[in-house]
């Protein structure tokens, strides 16, 4: 067998014919191997591919086609038994005004989590990738809460929103401000739930942000200095298109993850005021699973879930492949 | 490096899948214990220590070992019967099952509806199970076509806290009001005597209002249900609803998220609150206060709390030593050191009647009142405690006429047709 299809397989360029002048690659030596190589190779490929498709395979699909299969079931979590229902649970969801709500607090919260923390957590790195003053200790702080567990974050910022003793009830008390109802009105409620998880989240985007400033060229920062740029373009000609790829990867790390937040919103609010204020639909996929018992119900979201992330992650990678080969 | 030949990549391979497959056994465990006939040497029991009562359970197992030799292993399966209730369900899918486990008021009943845990009155016979030393409806609260599930273990009531300098500074007498038509003759006072001070405060939906409501909607001669038909929208019902309403835009009632701290900082006058919160209080309140029955006409008060279960798919030794624990665990003398430690009703009559207990009761008047309210308590609404999600349900509808300011008519019809579609999807098909 040439090396023609092996090239071919693996979907590269290199199929294409060598520029003239180009001396002859190695391929025509592969090709020369004798059958027992080759058949190694495969085996050896297999053995260290293995393990890790079987790993896969009973860990994360199995799991995904059982979902998926569940989805059309009425199963009750606490049942042996459950009987498929066809598509009524899909129906259901896309026909419940309780749904609309869900997601509209999913789009909202998500949104303003990606957009917050990148913004946020860019402005920071910029900031602190200055030569200032104790930047590696106020680097440390700003990463500190990202370590800090989701559920601890909650507890401890239901003491800065309390109604009675918060810091904001306080801080908003001393300049003569009534401090919003955060744990009555809904809309309030999404904004300190989406604030919270900023807050825990930022150390993230922060550290991406700096690693990729700090691998930028700084050749072309001393051209635009050369060139007198103002401090703007510089920023907008010279660093961020070298933080381009830093930002397509955070845009899709950043929206899975707020996608599928649960431990602050368990902590704070509980999915509440009034029912779904702050129900987004991994939490909406707990409630049905575990307080309605409707396990089958609870797959259902999660399946709509899966597939909303897949079709939001592959439109991100196609628009950053367009981007790179533009 | 040697070369790989078939043979090896087949052993490779081999070891492999079978190091996977064993993997994925340990995750998934069995939902069968063992029961190979023998003695059990050693129980579990997942609780979430209601009342922060792990410390007493602790030792009460210890006691329990020493006593048959059996030990006891405590997990801690979460911080509410909710999450325990979870953590039940998930072992149910294939995990490893405890021996003894919590269940709530509102989570019981899904379990034994589906076969999950075991009727005990055969197990009661088996290892001689004094029942009759329970408190009867406390008892009576498990049965479930003829056959009972749990025995009581952490029973509360709601109770009604007042802080007394408040109520002094108003010119009140020292007790709570006596029906809901004086708390509203008070309440006026109460605020006028305490500025930027609730009347009374109550937790929130997503905090059991449902279940501090209940009381209420029965002073009034209404109910969530009757049985398993819905009875949202009598008059009596909504009246109730339309009260609480009118009572939180007076600001006369305060909803809270925290309402044990707003109590507890004097930021409330007054507080439903169940009695496993008295000890919590006792520590944290910086001011005199009393406790006093839900305002009537009885039954203004339901029961809720916990009782003890044991799964059905574990073997019958297991269960018969479970039973065992169970029986230890709410003996006469456990009774009263758990209920002293926490709060919690004591679950036996001859524990009320124990001179300690009696002892107790006397230096400590507030927890007396919980005891003397037993009288007056009803079970709780089927549509609250036996339809899944029921108390969530209902918690949110009570925030949205609340908080929310809906329309008490049409957020309690809701609430109706939820119900009875829960009914007919869920329940009706198991009777």
């Known amino acids: 067998m040439s090396a023609q299809p092996i090239a071919a397989t693996r979907g590269t360029s290199s199929a294409s014919a060598p520029p003239a002048g180009t001396p002859a690659r190695p391929a025509a030596k592969a090709g020369a191997n004798p059958p027992g190589h080759r058949r190694r190779d495969i085996l050896l490929a297999a053995a260290f591919l293995l393990p890790n498709l079987v790993l896969l395979v009973a860990f994360t699909y199995r799991p995904l086609v059982d979902n998926i299969r569940l989805s059309f079931t009425d199963w009750n979590i606490s049942a042996p038994m459950a009987s498929f229902i066809g598509v009524d649970n899909y129906v259901e969801w896309f026909t419940s005004d309780d749904s609309q709500l869900v997601l509209w607090n999913t789009v909202v919260f998500t949104g303003a989590a990606v957009l917050g923390s990148m913004v946020i957590g860019l402005a920071l790195a910029l900031l602190l990738d200055q030569k200032l003053f104790g930047r590696n200790a106020v680097r440390s702080l700003v990463f500190a809460p990202f370590v800090l567990a989701g559920a601890a974050v909650g507890v401890a910022f239901q003491f800065v929103f309390d109604p009675t003793f918060g810091l904001v009830q306080d801080l908003l008390g001393r300049v003569g401000v009534e401090a919003p109802a955060f744990y009555q009105d809904p809309e309030w409620a999404l904004f300190m739930v989406t604030v919270t998880y900023i807050w825990k989240n930022l150390g993230y985007t922060f550290v991406i942000y700096l690693a990729a400033l700090q691998g930028r060229r700084a050749e072309l920062d001393e051209a635009a200095e050369i060139d007198a740029a103002s401090t703007w373009t510089k920023f907008r000609r010279v660093t961020w298109p070298q933080l381009r790829p830093a930002t397509f990867f955070l845009l899709i790390t950043v929206l899975l993850n707020s996608f599928q937040v649960f431990d602050v919103i368990d902590t704070m609010t509980r999915g509440g005021p009034l029912g779904n204020g702050t129900t987004t639909m991994v939490y909406q996929v707990y409630q049905e699973t575990f307080v309605n018992q409707r396990a089958g119900f609870g797959a259902t979201v999660a399946t709509i879930m899966f597939l909303a992330l897949l079709v939001i992650t592959l439109v991100q990678v196609r628009v950053m492949e367009r981007g790179r080969e533009a | ?431």
């Open chain 2, 1 to 431: 490096m040697n070369p790989l030949d078939r043979r090896r990549f087949l052993q490779l391979s081999g070891l492999t899948l079978g190091a996977v497959g064993l993997s994925a056994c340990a995750g998934t465990g069995s939902t069968e214990q063992s029961g190979d006939g023998g003695p059990v040497e050693t129980l579990t029991m997942w609780s979430n220590h209601p009342g922060e009562s792990k410390p007493v359970e602790s030792q009460l197992l210890d006691a329990f070992t020493e006593e048959t030799g059996i030990a006891v292993n405590l997990v801690t399966a979460g911080a509410s019967y909710e999450e325990a209730a979870q953590r039940f369900n998930a072992a149910l899918s294939g995990g490893e099952l405890p021996d003894v486990v919590i269940a709530s008021d509102v989570t019981w009943f899904n379990f034994a509806l589906n076969d999950a845990i075991t009727p005990m009155d055969d197990l009661w016979q088996a290892v001689g199970v004094d029942t009759a030393g329970y408190v009867d409806s406390l008892r009576e609260d498990y049965e479930f076509e003829g056959a009972h599930y749990a025995l009581p273990y952490a029973r509360s009531t709601p109770l009604y806290y007042y802080n007394k300098p408040m109520w002094a500074a108003a010119g009140l007498p020292d007790r709570g009001p006596e029906t809901w038509a004086e708390f509203a003759e008070w309440a006026p006072r109460l605020a006028a005597a305490n500025p930027a001070v609730a009347p009374m405060v109550v937790p929130d939906g997503s905090n059991y209002l449902d279940w501090y409501f209940q009381g209420m909607i029965w002073t009034f001669g209404g109910a969530y249900s009757d049985e398993w038909e819905p009875t949202f929208t009598s008059p009596e019902s909504l009246e109730a609803g339309r009260f609480l309403q009118d009572m939180y835009r007076q600001n006369f009632i305060a909803i809270s998220n925290d309402a044990n701290n707003q109590f507890g900082a004097a930021q409330a006058a007054s507080l439903l609150q169940s009695t496993g919160s008295l000890g919590g209080l006792k520590e944290t309140a910086q001011f005199e206060f009393g406790t006093a029955f839900l305002p009537g006409p009885p039954p203004g008060t339901p029961t809720g709390g916990a009782g003890l279960t044991i799964p059905a798919n574990i073997s019958d030794e297991r269960k018969e030593a479970a039973m065992q624990l169970i029986a230890f665990l709410t003996n006469t003398d456990n009774t009263v050191t758990f209920s002293q430690a926490t709060g919690y009703m004591p679950v036996r009559q001859d524990a009320i009647d124990d001179p300690e207990m009696v002892a107790y009761l006397e230096e400590n008047p507030n927890a007396r009142t919980a005891l003397e309210q037993l009288a007056v308590t009803a079970p709780q609404d089927y549509a609250r405690v036996f339809l899944p999600g029921g108390g969530a349900r209902i918690g949110a509808g009570l925030d949205r006429i609340t908080i929310g300011g809906e329309d008490v008519e049409t957020v309690f019809r809701q609430l109706g047709e939820e119900s009875q579609q829960v009914y007919e999807r869920d329940i009706e098909p198991k009777l």
